[in-house]
């Protein structure tokens, strides 16, 4: 089980962390990707990272603004979110796709999905 926590309320250019944590199963050999969806919007992939942090992919809508990390002895994956503005405002998920290479944000190549966590960004 993936669980996602961190979310919350914050000012437009605040940060927020956002964790991606698994339970019952190791993250090492999945590469991990989040998402988001706000109301009335199709879910939107933002970042991903491969198995052993090599390399990682951010949308153009988070490019220089989110991080994503992960620490597999954790067994959790991070996303830093600075200068935040209220589009930022949305429902994040994390999920995970087992993948040898590289990474990806698609919908449908992710084999596990967490809960999500509400980010608000007032402005």
């Known amino acids: 089980q993936l669980q996602a926590s961190g979310g919350g309320l914050v000012q437009a250019g605040g940060s927020l962390r956002l964790s991606c944590a698994a339970s019952?199963?190791?993250?090492?050999?999945?590469?991990i990707a989040w998402f988001r969806q706000a109301p009335g919007k199709e879910r939107e992939g933002l970042s991903c990272?491969?198995?052993?942090?090599?390399?990682?992919y951010y949308t153009d809508s988070v490019k220089g603004r989110f991080t994503i990390s992960r620490d597999n002895a954790e067994n959790t994956v991070y996303l830093l979110m600075n200068s935040l503005k209220p589009e930022d405002t949305a429902v994040y998920y994390c999920?995970?796709?087992?993948?040898?290479?590289?990474?990806?944000?698609?919908?449908?190549?992710?084999?596990?999905w967490g809960k999500g966590t509400q980010v608000t960004v007032s402005s």
């Open positions: 999920a995970a796709a087992r993948r040898l290479k590289g990474c990806t944000i698609r919908d449908s190549d992710m084999d596990y």
């Open positions: 019952g199963f190791t993250l090492d050999y999945l590469t």
């Open positions: 990272i491969d198995r052993r942090a090599y390399s990682a």
